[in-house]
């Protein structure tokens, strides 16, 4: 654990060792809510990113959406430009949308995340994001 390294106004949460085949770099999850609409605070060590991954649902179902709490990270649909995470920053991310989320490479990011309910809702996760991939994003700061 982190310690005091990464300020934020959730708990950091455990290691998130279940969901860890799926990210490159150490993330860890802290369940904040359950019921019908889990809300979950996930943080990211510098580096850390999800893999490519679509969120399947139907009857409304399956809208991802990231509210950036504290640090930096990325989200890139795919063939879209990456865009910058800051706190504050609120995006959705519709059903069916190819896409990753994660940390700046020299910083730590966090973001609640939560999935709407619907009929057939359920996550896809595909390949890695490689580190060219990665690697060509700005270290630091706006939109690429």
């Not at 982190?2 to 959730?10: K, L, Y």
């Not at 609409?37 to 959406?65: A, K, L, Y």
């Not at 490479?105 to 966090?110: E, M, N, Y």
């Not at 939560?114 to 700061?141: A, C, H, K, M, S």
């Amino acid at each position: 654990m982190p310690g005091n390294v990464f300020d934020q106004i959730f708990p950091l949460g455990e290691k998130n060792d279940a969901f860890a085949q799926y990210f490159t770099g150490q993330s860890y999850l802290a369940p904040l809510t359950s019921g019908s609409v889990p809300v979950m605070n996930v943080s990211f060590e510098p580096g850390c990113r999800n893999d490519w991954h679509i969120h399947h649902g139907t009857d409304g179902g399956g809208d991802q959406i990231l509210l950036c709490t504290a640090g930096s990270g990325w989200y890139q649909a795919e063939g879209e430009a990456p865009i910058s995470m800051e706190p504050g920053t609120a995006i959705r991310v519709p059903a069916g949308t190819k896409h990753w989320h994660g940390a700046k490479a020299d910083a730590w990011f966090s973001h609640l995340a939560f999935i709407t309910p619907g009929e057939g809702v359920g996550n896809e996760w595909l390949e890695p994001v490689t580190d060219e991939v990665y690697g060509r994003l700005p270290r630091n700061g706006a939109n690429a």
